[in-house]
């Protein structure tokens, strides 16, 4: 007897909805949808049309239900760093920005400067690279603090098109150990790097 998966796997470039087929043991994988995920440029800065991808994933959805595949389950999987802003009902305060814009240069400087690199590093064990969330936030503290107190929830891409399919708004570990806000020792948000950083607690699912 087979069973069969869904996943969506979506790259820096491009996207693409898979069927996982399991039958005696062995997986076989096929590719059923395939399309372009780049970055749109909107007023010099890279933004992340997350409404469309959504639709593409959506597409390669119908053509296994075409099919009439019984498949078991659906997951949505990314790169980590970049999130979407929510507010109650309200699905997306602003258009999600793109890890290569290049506005988290400047603020990934001050941010070690305000909280030295040993703590950061002693909260979440990760590599410094300043597409990390937490730089991310501190850029949105800094341009865009308004959007930032709206927000009463954030999602990391991945997460946040699993909630446009289920309607559960929840952070999957692993792309919350890509934030560099996330203590895998707790298994836990950071609070210390929340607190010292100034971020809204209310933010993190």
């Known amino acids: 007897m087979s069973r069969y998966y869904i996943a969506c796997d979506l790259g820096a470039e491009s996207g693409r909805v898979m069927l996982g087929r399991l039958v005696n043991g062995r997986l076989e994988l096929e590719e059923i949808h395939r399309f372009s ?39 949505v999987d990314s790169w980590g760093v970049d999130y979407v802003l929510m507010r109650n009902s309200e699905p997306q305060l602003a258009i999600p920005h793109h890890y290569r814009d ?10 070690l400067k305000k909280v030295p690199a040993e703590v950061i590093f002693e909260q979440t064990g990760i590599q410094f690279m300043s597409i990390n969330t937490l730089y991310q936030f501190v850029a949105d503290l800094e341009n865009n603090p308004e959007i930032l107190a709206l927000a009463d929830r954030f999602l990391n891409i991945g997460d946040y098109l699993n909630y446009l399919f289920s309607g559960v708004a929840r952070a999957e570990e692993s792309l919350a150990s890509t934030t560099q806000i996330y203590n895998p020792q707790t298994r836990a948000w950071s609070r210390e790097l929340i607190q010292k950083f100034g971020f809204p607690e209310k933010m993190f699912p």
């Open 37 to 75: 995920n780049g970055a749109s440029r909107v007023f010099g800065t890279l933004r992340w049309n997350v409404l469309r991808i959504f639709d593409e994933l959506r597409a390669g959805l119908k053509m296994v239900a075409d099919r009439n595949i019984p498949a078991e389950s659906l997951s």
């Open 102 to 111: 290049a506005r988290t240069d400047a603020p990934f400087e001050r941010a």
